[in-house]
């Protein structure tokens, strides 16, 4: 699932029935609540602009995009970053 940074908050897919539930977002989101990051489901703008775009897989847990149709984009700013470093203690 594609997650984006916009002024701040957290933004992903509406929770609609279109995309199929995950545990990984679901795990994303607890972590935000917990670190006090502000999260919307409305879905991202498509064409941004965003201060950081990241996917969620079960893999990979979050992972910015880099490049997007040959435009190079932040990769890490300080919201996935925190995220990131929340799941590292998830698993303590």
Do not use: F
Not at 24 to 43: C, F, S
């Amino acid at each position: 699932m594609r997650l984006a940074v916009l002024d701040g908050a957290l933004w992903l897919a509406p929770d609609d029935g279109r995309v199929l539930p995950s545990t990984t977002v679901d795990a994303v989101l607890a972590r935000a609540d917990r670190l006090g990051i502000r999260w919307r489901r409305e879905g991202p703008p498509a064409a941004g602009p965003w201060q950081g775009l990241y996917v969620a897989s079960t893999t990979r847990d979050l992972a910015p995009v880099v490049e997007l149709d040959g435009d190079v984009l932040p990769g890490w700013e300080s919201v996935g970053r925190a995220l990131a470093a929340a799941a590292d203690d998830d698993l303590e």
